[in-house]
């Protein structure tokens, strides 16, 4: 059988520093499925970048070819005379109604528009979401056809020459930190996230940071954090980079943290969990279950809400180097058992083929 792989390539993608849909597409080929990938873009550069990309590094086997179609109409056209078993839509931009059944893969960091939902929703696709948030989203809408799939991270990992502390130095005045990823607007629990981090500063008086990196969400409430900051007691030490929307370099936040805090909900856009355990760092988080299912026994966890005890878990990490150190160890081996190979391994099994 061969499958019919649909993606939508435009400068915002290939400027994406997520590059979520690279993990998923470039795992997917090299899975050794027969495949015609049909890339649309009008735009010459962006065709080079997917290409220099994707198909040099996927291809080195004859299991894919890739068929670029330079108008929408003739995109939609190969989808209505494609004689594949399936087609695959790489994000909800790339759904294409086909004579066919049709699979689309959502983004892990951005809601899709309710109109393009409810167009794919009447012609009965498929949809692969990575958590159980994201299925509850879309069966609000009343939507029944959802398959869940493992997820990966959203950020390409440094590679193995990278300086953590030399990072630090750069962005944390050479202090080791804690790390929160995800939307920062000065909501309930981000709140209680910075009051639990007043009561580790208080406690401990130690000048190490704690760095509340801006992803997803709006620069809105990157501004409305920030003049909450200015009457925080411990703002200096609280470390708020500069939002931009694909956030360029996030993974060396990842990569030089002391652990990773999660505050707040799964949410279907904006969480960052499967990117701090492929960066194999201890985790501290809500006991909601869906962090469970990601962080595994990689977590300390508190319950919701509990400023004191978030406090108390923070204090531990700090001052517990043996616990530091079996929650290392743990990260460690969830790392290599998480990404998206495995994503697009179950993409494959859900389609009724088994890789090669």
């Known amino acids: 059988m061969r499958f019919a792989v649909f993606f939508y390539a435009d400068a915002a993608v290939i400027n994406d520093d997520a590059m979520w849909w690279q993990h998923l597409l470039l795992a997917m080929v090299q899975q050794g499925v027969q495949h015609e990938v049909l890339l649309f873009t009008n735009k010459p550069t962006v065709f080079t970048a997917v290409h220099n990309r994707i198909l040099l590094q996927a291809y080195k086997q004859p299991t894919g070819v890739l068929v670029r179609r330079r108008t929408l109409n003739r995109w939609q056209q190969a989808a209505q005379k494609s004689e594949a078993a399936a087609m695959v839509c790489i994000g909800m931009q790339s759904f294409v109604a086909g004579a066919v059944p049709t699979y689309i893969f959502l983004p892990p960091?951005?809601?899709?528009?309710?109109?393009?939902?409810?167009?794919?929703?009447?012609?009965?696709?498929?949809?692969?979401?990575?958590?159980?948030?994201?299925e509850a989203d879309l069966k609000k809408r009343g939507i029944v056809n959802i398959t869940v799939l493992p997820g990966g991270p959203q950020f390409v990992p440094v590679d193995n020459g990278f300086d953590a502390n030399q990072f630090q130095e750069q962005h944390t005045e050479g202090q080791p930190y804690f790390l929160y990823a995800g939307p920062v607007a000065a909501a309930p629990n981000i709140i209680g996230l910075l009051k639990a981090f007043s009561r580790f500063k208080h406690r401990q008086k130690t000048s190490w940071k704690m760095v509340l990196l801006p992803l997803g969400g709006e620069a809105a409430g990157v501004e409305d954090l920030q003049k909450m900051l200015a009457s925080y007691k411990y703002r200096h030490?609280?470390?708020?980079?500069?939002?931009?929307?694909?956030?360029?370099?996030?993974?060396?936040?990842?990569?030089?943290?002391?652990?990773?805090?999660?505050?707040?909900?799964?949410?279907?856009?904006?969480?960052?969990?499967?990117?701090?355990?492929?960066?194999?760092?201890?985790?501290?988080?809500?006991?909601?279950?869906?962090?469970?299912?990601?962080?595994?026994?990689?977590?300390?966890?508190?319950?919701?809400?509990?400023?004191?005890?978030?406090?108390?878990?923070?204090?531990?990490?700090?001052?517990?180097?043996?616990?530091?150190?079996?929650?290392?160890?743990?990260?460690?081996?969830?790392?290599?058992?998480?990404?998206?190979?495995?994503?697009?391994?179950?993409?494959?099994?859900?389609?009724?083929?088994a890789e090669k």
């Open 237 to 353: 030490d609280v470390v708020l980079p500069q939002w931009t929307e694909g956030q360029t370099g996030a993974a060396a936040y990842f990569a030089a943290a002391y652990a990773f805090v999660q505050p707040t909900p799964v949410r279907r856009y904006g969480h960052y969990l499967n990117d701090a355990v492929a960066a194999a760092l201890p985790i501290i988080a809500t006991s909601e279950p869906q962090h469970k299912e990601i962080a595994g026994n990689v977590a300390l966890y508190y319950e919701g809400g509990d400023e004191q005890l978030l406090a108390t878990c923070l204090m531990q990490v700090y001052k517990d180097e043996a616990l530091h150190g079996r929650l290392s160890v743990a990260a460690r081996e969830a790392a290599g058992q998480t990404g998206w190979q495995q994503t697009a391994a179950a993409a494959w099994q859900s389609l009724g083929v």
């Open 109 to 134: 960091n951005r809601p899709p528009g309710p109109k393009l939902l409810d167009a794919a929703k009447a012609k009965g696709a498929h949809f692969w979401v990575n958590d159980l948030a994201a």
